[in-house]
């Protein structure tokens, strides 16, 4: 923001809660501290994404003007009875924190502290402010935080805050690098695992190729001799191999609108996390508060279509028939999936008064995103899917009769296959997983969005030859987790079968079959 001298700058209040768990926080003014004498406010802004994180910003009442400094002034007075003392105390053993804006740029502090027998209790009651501009900008906030009191009950507790203004080099657009930290995210073992992955990649795709290469080659060559015989010869033989199969490799599935709902839905993730690491890349998004869940969920109604054409066409070629439920099934399962868990994890952070809560308007919104907007641009592009790629085009024709299914081995059942081809994706994932959990549920700023881009590369890569070859804070950490992996399976699902499917359409075409 550009600000001229002795404008207003507003100290935001946001959260407070325990250091060892970020995502259990209160709002600042849940504690009793006190207000300053400042009542209005010039602005005032909050995104869907600041919502939808619990950012609900409530003004400091400090009288802060741009340029001009302030000595040591007190601003309000706490009436500390016992009750107040106890939440302080209370605070102060669980090693509170809070949190505080001035232009967008977070400040950190402690609530108090504890004596070494931990009989006694301290609060904080002067914040002392330095802040930094170059230009008209602001670039740097720093809080010191002094003034320490023993909370003693049925006392007057003054607090006071001063400014103090300072020319800064800093850059506006750097302004947010004292927040990050590359020795955390650049370390020699990220960079590992970058390699490691490239190198299981390779393996991979070399692997199979030569495998499958060399078996279809042999193949291809001994259905081309079963060409040139007459029809009594070939009779008297039998198909063998993968050419057995060619009526039934192209048969529905058994559930063919819940199948192609996840694989639409899979697809539609896919593109949400393309596109929103490519803008995360240009765009800097952890900037800005609530910034990068507000360009998912524009992104995510925005490729609606893709969810619809890709779900509508599939199930078109599996022969569906109702297909406006199959739309609805597949325009609402993740919506409602993310919905439910944040609506159960709601009640929750209501119970306990956490500041995670989300509003009734909130909610309001995102229902009203899923049904004029999710569920219309659904609906175009399941119309576009059915009229365009609707119709069956597989390369042979299905069996009006299924074939037996011999007995499997014990290794080859589904329950196994799917334990044993998850650790492969899962692997050339998981260093990054543990940098991308490690900024959500603790202090760091994830910002390496290109090394995100090369493990999504990655994981596509190896989710396909894998697939060709072969769910109080426990309550916030599964529901999150759960969202996530669902999320992830369900785009690799998607992947998988999209990959295999042009894998097996590719290699039964070049057969020619009576």
Known sequence: MLYTDKEEVVLWMNTVGPYHNRQETYKYFSLPFCVGTKKTISHYHETLGEALQGVELEFSGLDIKFKDEVMQTTYCEI???????????????????????????????????????????????????????????????????????????????????????????????????????????????????????????????????????????????????????????????????????????????????????????????????????????VEDLYTERGSMLSTAIFVYAATSPVNGYFGGSLYAKQGGRRWIKQMFIGAFLIPAMVCGTAFFINFIAMYYHASRAIPFGTMVAVCCICLFVILPLNLVGTILGRNLSGQPNFPCRVNAVPRPIPEKKWFMEPAVIVCLGGILPFGSIFIEMYFIFTSFWAYKIYYVYGFMMLVLVILCIVTVCVTIVFKDRTSFYFGYMAVFSSSLGIMCGAVGYVGTSAFVRKIYTNVKID
């Open 79 to 281: 009436e500390l009875d016992k009750a107040k003392r106890d939440a302080f105390v209370y605070a102060i053993k669980n090693h509170y924190w809070y949190q505080m804006y001035i232009d967008d740029l977070p400040i950190w502090g402690i609530v108090g502290e504890a004596d070494e027998n931990g009989e006694d209790h301290y609060l904080w009651t002067y914040k002392k402010l330095e802040i930094g501009f170059n230009g008209n900008r602001i670039v740097d906030v720093n809080l010191t935080s002094e003034g320490k009191v023993k909370l003693v009950p049925n006392t007057r507790i003054a607090m006071s805050y001063s400014v103090k203004w300072k020319k800064s080099d800093v850059k506006f657009e750097d302004r947010f690098d004292k927040y990050l930290d590359p020795s955390f995210f650049q370390h020699r073992i990220h960079w590992f695992s970058i390699f490691n992955s490239f190198m299981m990649v390779i393996f991979l795709v070399g692997l199979v190729s030569m495998i499958l290469m060399r078996t279809l080659r042999k193949d291809y060559a001994r259905y081309s001799k079963e060409e040139e015989m007459d029809d009594m010869d070939r009779d008297l033989g039998d198909e063998y191999g993968w050419k057995q199969v060619h009526g039934d490799v192209f048969r529905p599935s058994s559930h063919p609108m819940i199948f192609s709902s996840l694989i639409g839905s899979g697809c539609q993730i896919f593109s949400v996390s393309f596109i929103v690491i490519i803008v995360a890349m």
